[in-house]
């Protein structure tokens, strides 16, 4: 049976109507499918840039991070350098605190000393004068004292070889011409031409100082032989010594 010509031009209009709409169903699809691949992309630049921005900050934060961990070891440095100095000075104010001590303690014992000296009446010149004078008196004590002891040892020699003395002119003057110090005796340009006796006693002496005395033993005509006397060798003996008489007469 062949369809009516109406019948087909309603399935026509149909087809063309479901088309239609199919295609703006489409276009619909299409349009929105625009839309999100627009926002898409929209939200795709700005995360790019947020990301680079990230990066950025990212890079200011680490190179901040680097500089502050270098002032961080400057400061450590200099922290650790302060403490060492504060040791330093700690270790220098406690030697100032006792060397202060030590000066404080030497302070007042030179207080106390003053306040002695003064409760005897004396200030500090003449206490620094008071020490000079007792140093100088302490010299001549021990000065006065040796030559106490020489002057005993002359005076037992005196006392054990005393005899008469022998009396030569005061004219009589000589040299050491030989001097023998281990077996002590000298030889002299004086003989029995020049008034020399034996047991004469001559002093002998160098640069107007007395450097021995001595007893002659032997006698020639123009030299003699003289023994040193214990006690009275003050100096080594040389050869050119003056020899006097040590009991002259005029």
Known sequence: MTPQPSR?????ISLSLALLASASVCVLNIVKVKERITSLEANLK????????????????????????????????????????ALVRSRHAEELSAALAVSQRTRENAEVELSRFRAAGMEPEQ?????????????????????????EQKLRFVQVNEGPEIWLSA?????????????????????SDQGIVKNAEL????????????????????????????????????????????????
Request: hydrophobic share 45%; aromatic share 4%; charged share 25%.
């Open 46 to 85: 700005q995360q790019i840039a947020a990301r680079r921005v990230a990066e950025m900050q990212s890079e200011a934060v680490t190179a901040k991070l680097r500089e502050t961990a270098l002032a961080l070891k400057v400061a450590t440095e200099e922290r650790q350098q302060a403490i060492a100095d």
């Open 171 to 191: 004219e009589i003057k000589g040299k050491v011409i030989l001097s023998d110090p281990k077996w002590r005796f000298v030889v002299l340009d004086l003989g």
């Open 203 to 250: 002093l002998l002496s160098r640069n107007s100082k007395l450097v021995a005395k001595v007893k002659i033993s032997s006698v020639q005509k123009a030299q003699s032989i003289a023994n040193l006397l214990p006690g009275w060798e003050l100096s080594e003996i040389a050869e050119g010594d003056l020899a006097i008489p040590a009991h002259p007469h005029s």
């Open 8 to 12: 087909i031009f309603s399935i026509r």
């Open 127 to 151: 206490i620094v004068f008071a020490a000079r004078d007792l140093s100088n008196l302490r010299g001549a004590l021990t000065t006065a004292e040796e030559q106490k002891k020489l002057l």
